[in-house]
């Protein structure tokens, strides 16, 4: 069920309004069958392969809490593998096999391409590192064994963040499954506040600056230069609003209920460095990785060229968690590559700086390092939108070919530069117009929310001007929304 379709707009006031009327005891049972009816709403069957997963690390969380301390690593071990195993066969068997067979033809060997033909299930990598970070708590001892079934099973499938998180961990999440919440109107109408916003993000900017994007990167050979630029910046644009709109729907819906997620974003493009992007962007990805890979490695302990190889394997893995597929792991490559550069060269950069005396206007270097950062982050995207591998290194080929920029720029005066925007941009003028507006608004929006969050920023306001502002939020959803079948991005990881 998506978030933005008119089912999820019914769904969601049934679900909330049996949470409150329900005895304590029982909600749980009944967010447990909303949650199964919420993902068999994509795929029915497939609900088999979630209850597949949670099976296995449920029992291995309680092997692995009661097993004398020579066994405990068995178990985690046996648990992890074998809930990979399932993300393999749907996700990586084809990528694997496909480029297997290539590799054997390179030698000269028959390698036959078996290949399988199934859906990937909707939000399975989600699911699966939410069920694994439970069993590796458990063998690091942060958190006991759930000997409940239905509760580690509700942890694992609890709807609003079942598809494409927060990935939370059992220290955050599980406890709250046995706290009473009460029908509290302020905490209600916060929660419904953000997922205004969230909705706001996804149906009327995201979806918006996919009509461009999808047309430019579907068929990138019919655009050059200039076309190629916006169309990226666009998607840059277009995946936080369309992740970020997701997140705070998922917090928002949890929140209402009473219960606490984790913060997934926390205004990423305004960064000064990439290390500091990836602390603000997709954040309970981000520790996750830091938490059960990187400092599993050995993290910054190693120094020196071995730390630099977690980082950068660590991005690595990222880029494939994301999806089989070159492109992916090209993207996380090259952003792991950014930050060993970034590391290696701190000092020299430093030096620079000082050489410049940066220090002495400090809103030129932030300006500066937030420029750059976003600059380098916006290219990577090329890699994670193009449909392919050929694509995106056609973009990457063409997209410094601005010869046309100059006939933009020193055109006569009796031309709208925005049209003329716009017959390079394949938008109309009306449209391009649009699009840069909202961009504006939302720079606009994340710039207030310097010391405070959107919502606490507009309860200081008086109900006069806090009242029009969310007739106009809801009016803007409703009449400016872009609907159809607009599924969120992450859905497909």
Not at 69 to 86: D, E, F, G, P, R
Not at 97 to 112: E, H, R, S, V
Not at 191 to 215: C, E, P, S, T
Not at 407 to 431: C, K, P, V
Request: charged share 10%; aromatic share 20%; proline share 3%.
């Amino acid at each position: 069920m998506l978030f933005n379709s008119f089912s999820f707009l019914v769904y969601f006031p049934i679900v909330t309004t049996l949470y409150f009327l329900l005895p304590h005891r029982l909600r749980w049972q009944m967010l447990l069958l909303s949650s199964c009816i919420f993902y068999m709403w994509f795929i029915p069957k497939y609900i088999l392969v979630l209850a597949l997963t949670i099976v296995i690390d449920y029992f291995a969380g309680i092997l692995i809490e009661s097993a004398p301390a020579k066994s405990k690593k068995v178990y985690l071990i046996v648990s992890i593998v074998s809930t990979c195993m399932v993300l393999f066969a749907f996700k990586y068997f084809n990528f694997f096999t496909a480029n297997f067979a290539l590799l054997a033809d390179f030698f000269g060997l028959n390698y036959p391409a078996y290949t399988l033909e199934i859906i990937l299930p909707i939000g399975l990598s989600f699911h699966t590192f939410q069920s694994l970070s439970y069993v590796i708590e458990v063998y690091r001892g942060n958190q006991r064994a759930e000997h409940h079934f239905g509760i580690y099973a509700l942890y694992v499938m609890f709807y609003p963040q079942l598809v494409a998180g927060p990935i939370e961990r059992p220290q955050n999440l599980l406890h709250q499954f046995y706290e009473k919440h009460t029908f509290d109107y302020a905490r209600i109408s916060s929660g419904l506040k953000l997922m205004a916003f969230g909705m706001f993000k996804k149906v009327v900017i995201a979806d918006r600056l996919a009509i461009l994007v999808n047309q430019v990167y579907d068929n990138p050979t019919a655009y050059n230069g200039l076309g190629l630029i916006i169309a990226t910046l666009f998607f840059a644009f277009q995946i936080y609003c369309d992740f970020s709109g997701y997140s705070d729907i998922a917090i928002g819906a949890a929140e209402v209920m009473g219960f606490k997620l984790m913060k997934n974003f926390d205004r990423p493009y305004f960064a000064k460095s990439i290390s500091e992007f990836w602390k603000r962007w997709h954040i309970s990805l981000s520790t996750w990785f830091k938490d059960y890979l990187y400092i599993s490695l050995g993290g910054n302990r190693c120094g020196g060229l071995r730390m630099y190889f977690n980082l950068f394997l660590t991005f690595l893995v990222s880029g494939l968690w994301h999806g089989a597929s070159w492109n992916y792991v090209i993207w996380g490559a090259l952003n792991g590559f950014y930050l060993v550069f970034a590391l290696a060269t701190v000092s020299p950069r430093e030096k620079i700086c000082k050489l410049l005396q940066m220090h002495r206007y400090p809103l030129l270097l932030k300006t500066w390092q937030i420029s750059i950062t976003f600059a380098l982050i916006a290219f990577s995207w090329i890699f994670f939108r193009a449909p392919d591998l050929a694509t995106a290194l056609y973009i990457v080929q063409h997209l410094f070919n601005v010869s046309e920029l100059s006939n933009l720029l020193f055109s006569s005066a009796q031309f709208n530069q925005i049209t003329l925007f716009g017959n390079y941009t394949g938008m109309s003028g009306r449209e391009l117009l649009s699009a840069m507006l909202l961009l504006m608004l939302l720079t606009a929006i994340h710039l207030r929310q310097r010391h405070h969050t959107i919502r606490e920023e507009l309860s200081l306001r008086p109900f006069y001007i806090r009242w029009p502002l969310y007739y106009a939020l809801v009016m803007s959803i409703i009449f400016w929304g872009v609907y159809g079948e607009n599924q969120f991005i992450y859905f497909q990881f």
